[in-house]
């Protein structure tokens, strides 16, 4: 079983930039590949960001927050990231990160993902 912490989120103000982590304990090796989505009262979840294995995978990102946003991972720590700049009030929203054992080729599928954080809320003020 694995278990996903998310931490980062908070207060922030539109224009600011936030980083997201996820932490994973439990088994997870350098072939898991990572997502972050998120959902605002009312709206379905949206996909924001996904990134293959470590050996070749890419990094892909939802349309919303491309060129705004970047996720990485460090093995090592179990770790995943989300920075995200030039935040938005629309990017206000509880923030969840997923992993999975198995590769894919779609990355935006939510019902793809094995094990999910309980999510962070990212909220931005004017």
């Known amino acids: 079983q694995v278990h996903l912490v998310e931490s980062g989120g908070g207060l922030v103000q539109a224009g600011g930039s936030l980083r997201l982590s996820c932490t994973a304990s439990g088994y997870t090796t350098s072939r898991y590949e990572w997502g972050w989505f998120r959902q605002a009262p009312g709206k379905e979840r949206e996909f924001v960001a996904a990134?293959?294995?470590?050996?070749?995978?890419?990094?892909y990102y939802g349309g919303s927050v491309k060129g705004r946003g970047f996720i990485s991972r460090d093995d090592a720590k179990n770790t995943v990231y989300l920075e995200m700049n030039s935040l938005k009030l629309e990017d206000t929203a509880v923030y969840y990160c997923a992993t999975r054992a198995t590769s894919y080729a779609t990355y935006d599928a939510w019902g793809l993902y094995d094990y999910w954080g309980q999510g962070t809320q990212v909220t931005v003020s004017s």
């Open positions: 990134i293959g294995w470590s050996g070749g995978g890419h990094n």
